[in-house]
């Protein structure tokens, strides 16, 4: 029996949080494979206010 690797694939999403909503969940909802993970990218703006610059999307894809 052969043994068949686990493939996968990272997006990187770039996103404004507090306007790319919809996008998100456009872009999820067009993924082939599962969603294993969302990273997000976190760096300090302005006066050090936490934002997010960009999601890293990590998808695991079906076999074949």
Same mark, same amino acid.
């Given at each position: 029996?052969?043994?068949t !690797?686990? !493939?996968?694939r +990272?997006?990187r999403v770039?996103?404004?949080m ?8 456009r ?5 082939e494979g599962?969603v294993v993970s969302i990273?997000p990218? +976190? ?7 936490? !934002?997010?610059?960009f999601l890293?999307?990590?998808e695991?894809?079906p076999?074949?």
């Open positions: 029996m052969a043994a !690797r686990t !493939r996968y +990272v997006h770039d996103v404004s507090t306007k790319d909503a919809a996008t998100l969940e872009f999820l909802d067009g993924l599962e990273v990218n +976190v760096t300090a703006g302005f006066l050090w206010v936490p !934002r997010v610059d890293l999307v990590v695991k894809i076999a074949s």
